[in-house]
């Protein structure tokens, strides 16, 4: 069966600090990308996501994600996180046959001011 | 913007009862999901629909049932409630289309503790 890995379970960074949280899928179809984002005490919302092209995609608030499909990974980055980047962060692959989302179990990202 | 709307933030219900979250969606959105999200489990869904009156089995059904006879409402309904479905329940839609079936928009979720 299809299924994603979030390396990092738990992220304590300071601020200005720069940021990769990983995610590797095992489904080698056609596969869409999503990295969804919860805020404290917020709904879940989208942050980028990734269908066909560019493999960088830049999503809300300075983040970015490189697909890259040899190591089927889609890995989320930030040049420099703020505190208000606190919140847990979600990969999501999409199956490209039956259009279900994959969910990683989540990154907590806590940081520091 | 979308809106998703579930009807209770927070609910405590005894064991055996009949428990019915509602969820409505302001974009007419085509499809829409419940999910249950556990501490260490992530996202698990629990049922969807694509279409009015259409509804199909998620990863985890059992002791679940849906109803979606508007296109704007998806309801969730717990037949006999027991504390293994203490969770938090999400709500989400997303336009037709076969990329923007991944694009979700949630709601702000229903804590739901069974005693």
């Known amino acids: 069966a299809q299924s994603v890995s979030q390396h990092n379970h738990h992220v304590i960074l300071s601020e200005a600090a720069s940021l990769e949280l990983g995610c590797n899928y095992s489904?080698?179809?056609?596969?869409?990308l999503f990295w969804y984002v919860q805020y404290p005490g917020q709904h879940l919302q989208l942050l980028l996501k990734?269908?066909?092209?560019d493999p960088l995609v830049k999503g809300i608030k300075g983040f970015e994600a490189e697909f890259i499909k040899s190591k089927f990974s889609f890995n989320l980055r930030k040049p420099s996180v703020q505190w208000s980047d606190t919140a847990e962060y979600f990969c999501a692959p999409q199956d490209g046959n039956n259009r279900k989302l994959i969910w990683g179990l989540g990154t907590s990202l806590a940081v520091n001011p | 913007d979308v809106k998703v709307t579930q009807s209770s933030r927070y609910l405590v219900k005894r064991t055996g009862e009949k428990v019915f979250l509602e969820c409505v969606q302001d974009?007419?959105?085509?499809?829409m999901f419940w999910y249950r999200q556990d501490p260490g489990l992530g996202l698990r869904l629990i049922y969807f629909s694509y279409d009015v009156k259409m509804k199909e089995k998620g990863d985890i059904p059992e002791g679940y049932s849906v109803s979606r006879e508007k296109k704007e409402r998806f309801s969730l309904i717990l037949e006999s409630a027991s504390t293994n479905q203490t969770s938090m329940y999400l709500c989400?839609?997303?336009?037709?289309?076969?990329?923007?079936?991944?694009?979700?928009?949630f709601g702000e979720g229903s804590r739901l503790t069974v005693l």
């Open positions: 489904y080698g179809g056609t596969v869409n």
């Open positions: 989400a839609s997303s336009p037709t289309g076969r990329e923007e079936t991944g694009e979700l928009f």
């Open positions: 990734y269908f066909s092209g």
């Open positions: 974009m007419d959105h085509e499809n």
